[in-house]
Each structure stands twice: as C-alpha cells, then as structure tokens.
C-alpha cells in the first residue's frame, strides 16, 4: 500500500531532520513491502519569502489532500520583526486548526543510555521517566481574543466544555493503555477557563473508574517535574501550559533533541513532528539531531497507518543505535561517537 505524506521542511534545521526521517521511511518502506510518497510542502518562513504569507492556501490543500503531515521546524531570527499575524508560526497553528488536531501528544521517555545528558541528578532520574504530556492544541490562549491598545495588549484564555472534554477523554484513553494515572495541571485558584478545565475533567473521569485522576497546579507541576518526574505518567493540560511544561519534560530525558509529538484529531489524517524548533544557528551545518522527527515518524506509523511492527522496528534501531554509542551533539558526552544529522539517520536506517 502506499501512503501519501505531506513534507514540510520547513526552516532552519527543518529540512535536514526532515530528510533524515524519510530516509528512515524509505527503509522501512524497502523491508515491508509499502510506499511512501512524499509530497513537499512549503510552510513557514519559506513560504514567507516565495508567497509572502507562512501558509499559502495551496501548501494547505496539499496537508488537506495527504494521508498525515510531517514537519520539520518553522520560524527563524529572519522572520521575528512582521507582525505576528505574518510569522511562520502561524503556519503552524494554522494547519493544527485547520486540519482539527487538538490533541497533542508528546512522552517524554527517559534512555537509560542517556542518563548521563539528563540535567537531573541520578537519585533523581533513578525512578526513570516516561510521561506523555496532552496538550489541548486548539483553544485556550494561542487562539483567544486579542488585541493591542495604546497603551496595552491583550489575549484571552477561553475554553468551553466541549473542548475540555475531547481532550480529557484522549488523556483518559491513553491512560487507560498505560499505568491508569492522570494528573490534571491547571491554574485553578486564579484562572476562570481552569475552574471549568477542572470540573469538566472531573465529569469525564466519572466514565473512566479505573484512572486514578489527580489535579496540580501547574506552578506546582514544572516543580514536581524537576523533582521527582517517576511521579507522573500522563498529564493533560491546555494549550499554553502543554507547550512550557513539554519543553521542561524534554529537558529531563537529556535533550529537545529527543521528543517527537503526534498532533491529531478526529480523523486518521495527523501531523507528526519533533517538539523543538528551527535552530537557526546550527542550521545547515549537519549538526541537528534527527531522532526526535525520526520518533515522530514512527507516532505516524503507528498511529496514522496502523503500521505497528514497522514503528516498532524505527523505536529499536534508534535504540540501538544509541546503544552503540553514537550521539549527535546535544546528546553526546565524554567517550561518546559524535555524529552529524545525515549519518545518525543513516545509522537509524541501517539499524531498521
Ligand atoms: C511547539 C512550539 C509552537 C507552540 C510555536 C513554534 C508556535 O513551541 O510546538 O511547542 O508554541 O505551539
Ligand atoms: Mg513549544
């Protein structure tokens, strides 16, 4: 069978990790038998320069028309003085709303063979990680009334029940397939839209008897990251405390270099993509580490496609691979195999 995939390098280091991605794709594909065909797509400060606008409505259509998006990275120092309706990241949230992906998956998964990249102290990491953070992708803040004045700016955090509940039930789902926890993060000893956040995750627990559901506030949370990680298993939480809380997650398991994300909805048609951005300066100089689009690839295979065995097989040879000892920069220390972006995916490849 074929599958069709939309490409979005992207900028900066988008293109290189990209690339390393499908190169792994296009082994998978050798050794079971399917077809990936790629579709290169134009979106972010590329599409800046080219079209003037970061999602020209043909590089939508060509997402719309694809099986599952796969995206490198967008935005650059190039691009930070438009306005902010004119940026590259709103190719990004642009495709999210478009293509109705408001669950955003990111776990955080601690290798052991990356203990030593960890910042964390090993009595700390000792009890290994291994959470999966769901950040609501379509509401809250980043999409809220905004607004400048003379002498102020305004933007509005507004979640309704409805949109409280879809990404509850996906925590809740996912729990279910994991070690049965939920913690809940949200502000709601200020916030309004959390006061709501927490009781409709309350009403959709009463379906789920088996989860064990508790509720932090996220102040609280980024600590008891940093403290003690073991503790957690899924978290789900809106838009804008998903985004900081996945950064400081990454950090524990040794690099953003490491996380891959899975941005889907209600049909199969998801974007996969890592969770760090663009690093525009190390852009172009072969130093990007490719596992975390190389993990997002395989989230889309096994959860755009279905192809299970075949994730599997990319998640052991990066396992492998990093086995052996080979490291890209970010996640290399004393005595370790420094590798640039194109042979780690090499590497991953050969592994497959
Ligand atoms: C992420 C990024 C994006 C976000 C930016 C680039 C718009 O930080 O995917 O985490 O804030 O969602
Ligand atoms: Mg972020």
Known sequence: ???????????????????????????????????????????????????????????????????????????????????????????????????????????????????????????????????MVVRELTGGIYFGERGDEQDSAYDTERYSVFEVERIARRAFDIAVLRSKRVVSVDKANILRSSQLWRRVVEDVAKDYPDITLSHMYVDNAAMQLALRPSQFDVIVTSNMFGDILSDLASAITGSIGMLPSASVGDTARGMYEPIHGSAPDIAGQDKANPLATILSAAMMLRMAFGLQAEADAIEKAVDTVLGEGFRTADIAGAGDKVVGCAQMAALVAQAV
């Open 1 to 131: 069978m074929t599958y069709n995939i939309a490409v979005i390098g992207g900028d900066g280091i988008g293109p290189e990790i990209t690339a390393g991605a499908t190169a792994v794709l296009n082994k998978v594909a050798q050794k079971f038998g399917h077809g990936f065909a790629y579709t290169y797509v134009d979106a972010g400060g590329v599409a800046i320069d080219k079209y003037g606008e970061p999602l020209p409505k043909q590089s939508l259509d060509q997402c719309m028309a694809s099986d599952s998006v796969l995206l490198g990275a967008v935005g650059g120092p190039k691009w930070d003085t438009l306005p902010s309706h004119l940026r590259p990241e709103q190719a990004l949230l642009g495709l999210r709303k478009a293509l109705g992906l408001y669950a955003n998956l990111r776990p955080a998964t601690l290798y052991p063979q990356l203990a030593e990249a960890s910042p964390l102290k090993e009595r700390v990491i000792a009890g290994g990680a291994d959470i």
